[in-house]
């Protein structure tokens, strides 16, 4: 608390430094020019000094005596612009010769040139008022707007016991955002080599279900969600109207309307519920339109009913979770023992008898980080193990590379997708799709 005083201490003494010129201050104006036949300014009639300020009768008298000498000017300056006039005609009637013009004219010019530099002169002072009268207040203004503006930013971001960033740890994250950039250039690279590589085989074979499947899904992740409507809609006729493919066009449709679950959408979502399809996209997509048409119990329900019927590998199951726990606070729903122990919303576990129980899960949070880490660790290499033993798994390829790249080995990830294509070079299917997820993951698949 007391470095918060002291901040605030600081910031009142500067901007009453800053203020108080300008609050107490008179703002500055020349002087008048003292005319003939008038009174000095800051003198009485009696010759006594004036120390107080001029009454409002004062100010408007000199006002007004300004106005009248500036009018004077203005007369005096035609009469000499008509008496040059009159110079040319008297030499024309030859009232006066060249040297006498020349003379008179010279003079003449100079009385123009005088009184020009008195108009402008009062001009100045008069535009040297007026701003007077605004800068003041504007000053400050912005100096009481910049401090406002100050406090309410250091209040949202900042903290007065936040340490110094040392410059490694800023030029890590820099070079981890470069890695980050790379790699998704590397990811987008595979995926249009893919989409490229399924259209040249989907014009061969326009009846090969698999392929336009793996078309829509590598658009989809290349964010042509449109383009990749027309490959799910190929599948869905080609599939009899199945299910899967039902949800997977409605998602597209969806992600081309940005998040909004239209009449179509919902259409293909409802008719693929009815199909008996278990597709986790059916019931998270209609909670999402629930929610949308403001029935939050109703979407908080079905999302429920999704995740706790997860199986314990599955992807996509904290996500949802999420989604339950962030509308339930929302909207005020107590969901309190409503789901499964083992639906968490920290990642799924490696499927297979090589996944954590509830026992290494408990003991995980006890762990230190590195620790954590060589457990993950020991639990990838166990699956790495099984697959060496049972290569012919896709799914189990396809964890494989995705816990290398999470774990930031790419070249290992890379390595387990070449053993995959060995591995499974007999099964077409399965290399297909395994290219696609490679490619989602950002390992190069050429």
Do not use: C
């Not at 003449?108 to 003041?136: C, E, F, H, P």
Request: charged share 20%.
């Amino acid at each position: 608390m007391t470095v918060w005083i002291v901040f605030a201490l600081v910031t009142v003494a500067v901007a009453g430094y800053v203020l108080w010129p300008l609050l107490t201050g008179s703002p500055e104006t020349a002087p008048a020019t003292p005319d003939a036949g008038t009174p000095d300014a800051g003198t009485s009639d009696d010759g006594q000094s004036i120390t107080g300020p001029q009454s409002a009768a004062q100010m408007a008298a000199a006002h007004t005596a300004e106005l009248v000498d500036q009018d004077e000017l203005q007369r005096d300056l035609t009469v000499y612009r008509d008496q040059l006039s009159e110079i040319t005609r008297d030499i024309d009637r030859g009232v006066l010769n060249a040297e006498q013009a020349e003379a008179a004219r010279t003079e003449v010019q100079r009385r123009i040139l005088a009184t020009d530099q008195r108009i402008q002169a009062r001009a100045a002072r008069r535009i040297g008022k007026t701003s007077g009268t605004y800068t003041r207040p504007v000053a400050v203004a912005l100096i009481l707007i910049g401090i406002i503006a100050g406090l309410g930013l250091y209040l949202d971001i900042g903290h007065p016991t936040l340490p110094d960033r040392p410059i490694a740890q800023r030029t890590d994250e820099i070079m981890a955002a470069r890695n980050a950039q790379n790699h998704n250039q590397d990811r987008d690279r595979a995926l249009r080599n893919a989409v490229a590589d399924l259209s040249n085989k989907l014009i061969a074979n326009p009846e090969n279900l698999q392929n336009w499947e793996l078309l829509g899904n590598s658009l989809l992740a290349l964010n042509r969600p449109q383009e990749a409507q027309t490959a799910f809609l190929e599948a869905v006729k080609l599939s009899n109207r199945d299910g899967a493919y039902l949800a997977m066009y409605a998602e597209a449709i969806i992600r081309a309307s940005d998040g909004q679950v239209t009449a179509p959408a919902r259409g293909a979502l409802e008719e693929a519920a009815k199909s008996g399809n278990d597709n986790p996209r059916i019931g998270f997509y209609l909670g999402v339109a629930d929610l949308q048409q403001g029935h939050a119990k109703a979407a908080i329900e079905r999302w429920i009913t999704l995740a706790n019927s997860a199986p314990a590998d599955a992807s996509w199951a904290p996500m949802v979770v999420r989604q339950i726990q962030q509308t339930a606070q929302a909207e005020g729903i107590d969901i309190t023992g409503r789901l499964k122990p083992a639906t968490t919303a920290n990642g799924p576990a490696i499927a297979g008898n090589v996944g954590p129980s509830q026992q290494d899960m408990k003991a995980a949070a006890d762990l230190t980080p590195e620790e954590r880490r060589q457990m993950i660790e020991g639990m990838v290499g166990r699956l790495a193990s099984k697959l060496a033993e049972n290569p012919q798994d896709p799914d189990g390829w396809a964890r494989l590379m995705r816990a290398y790249m999470v774990m930031g080995m790419k070249d290992k990830a890379q390595e387990s997708y070449q053993q995959a294509q060995t591995a499974l070079k007999d099964d077409k299917t399965a290399l297909d799709q395994l290219a696609v997820i490679a490619g989602q993951a950002g390992i190069a698949t050429q």
